[in-house]
């Protein structure tokens, strides 16, 4: 089902990550994601914001998102990176306005546009002068009709490859998030050969989470992920990009018993997942909803607090459910068995969608821990 392209034969090196302070992800998080509308033009199939046209009439104000800006701030070093996504960023009149105040208080941030008509070359050209980094654009299929199919709007693939042509060429650091389902699992090795052309710096395979309208889609069934996963770490050691995945933490399990088998050091394969070992939903995430709610991830729909109420920082590293989440001895079943549970820790917000409990064992995962086997 998975066969692994073949790659031209020159060496394959990697661009090296910029060096950050040692971070204690119970503390402060890596990414803080911002839902900064709920607005989009788009009706994506797998939508986690069931995102609409029109702005949400609660959501944060000018005034109100620059008092989220300082608090993201206030985590300190290590600063957190921002992510603005949506419904569409772009939707927001106030956006240029925010983000140069994010850059006044020392924030990097990156942003994940909708592929619309409102995203232009000169957009981009704006938002790279008004300080952002990094672009991050979706592509769920490599043809037209695999991908507008998923995303409910004719023409959105040639628009996402134009985006990701001007971002290139305006040196923007770039990565593309595609969906991983039943229904588009086939058509990565083809995704994977159009990607080549582009320079990105990251291609992150979304594990399909069943919330908002992304409940319409089929995940894929543990063994077949399993495999997949396999296939991702084969990719990964030629891709000239780094490949990660998202919402399957399970793959650095993969990654390490791989790497351990090459007889490679294990100390090494953090870096070989993508710098996100230990990372999942509520710890090393946070994410802010466009009224201001915050969730351990934007797939688990469980709300701690609301920073209209109470800081970010306090609600990150003191509310009830974060101090669960940052504690992988208190997850249940095979994750809280496994002996990979510090590294992984299964994803939280599956466990969540499957069963209510954000502590249940990850469904996708097909992992049978020793101390389970053991005892059976």
Do not use: K
């Not at 709920?38 to 000018?62: F, K």
């Not at 590294?343 to 996708?364: H, I, K, N, Q, W």
């Amino acid at each position: 089902m998975f066969s692994l392209p073949t790659l031209p034969g020159a060496a394959v090196t990697h661009t090296p990550l910029p060096p950050h302070a040692p971070r204690n992800y119970s503390r402060t998080p890596m990414n803080v994601y911002w839902e900064t509308t709920r607005a989009c033009p788009l009706a994506c199939r797998h939508c986690r914001a069931e995102a609409v046209l029109a702005p949400h009439p609660d959501q944060l104000t000018t005034c109100e998102a620059e008092q989220l800006l300082g608090q993201i701030a206030n985590f300190g070093d290590p600063m957190p990176q921002l992510i603005l996504t949506g419904g569409d960023p772009l939707s927001r009149p106030d956006l240029f306005e925010l983000l140069a105040h994010a850059r006044s208080l020392g924030l990097r941030v990156s942003m994940t546009p909708a592929a619309s008509a409102a995203l232009s070359r000169e957009i981009l050209q704006q938002l790279q002068a008004a300080g952002l980094e990094a672009l991050g654009l979706s592509l769920d299929g490599s043809t037209p009709e695999r991908h507008d199919r998923l995303r409910g709007v004719p023409g959105t693939f040639a628009r996402t490859l134009q985006a990701l042509a001007w971002g290139r060429d305006l040196g923007f650091p770039l990565q593309v998030n595609s969906l991983v389902s039943a229904e588009t699992a086939d058509d990565l090795p083809a995704l994977y050969e159009l990607l080549q052309p582009f320079a990105i710096a990251r291609w992150s395979l979304f594990f399909l989470i069943a919330v908002g309208r992304g409940q319409q889609l089929q995940p894929l069934p543990p063994p077949q992920a399993e495999a997949l996963m396999h296939w991702i770490f084969e990719c990964s050691r030629q891709a000239p990009f780094i490949v990660a995945t998202t919402e399957a933490p399970s793959y650095r399990r993969v990654t390490l018993t791989e790497r351990r088998g090459q007889g490679v050091n294990a100390a090494s394969a953090p870096a070989a997942a993508g710098r996100a070992w230990g990372i999942r939903d509520g710890h090393g995430i946070v994410f802010v909803s466009h009224t201001g709610e915050v969730y351990p991830s934007g797939f688990l729909p469980l709300s701690a607090g609301n920073i209209r109420r109470q800081p970010l920082l306090d609600i990150y590293r003191s509310s009830p459910l974060f101090a669960a989440l940052h504690d992988p001895r208190q997850f249940h079943g095979r994750c809280g068995a496994c002996e990979f549970q510090a590294v992984c820790g299964g994803s939280r917000a599956r466990a969540f969608a499957a069963t209510g409990d954000p502590l249940a064992a990850d469904p996708l995962c097909a992992y049978e821990p020793h101390s389970l086997r053991a005892s059976a």
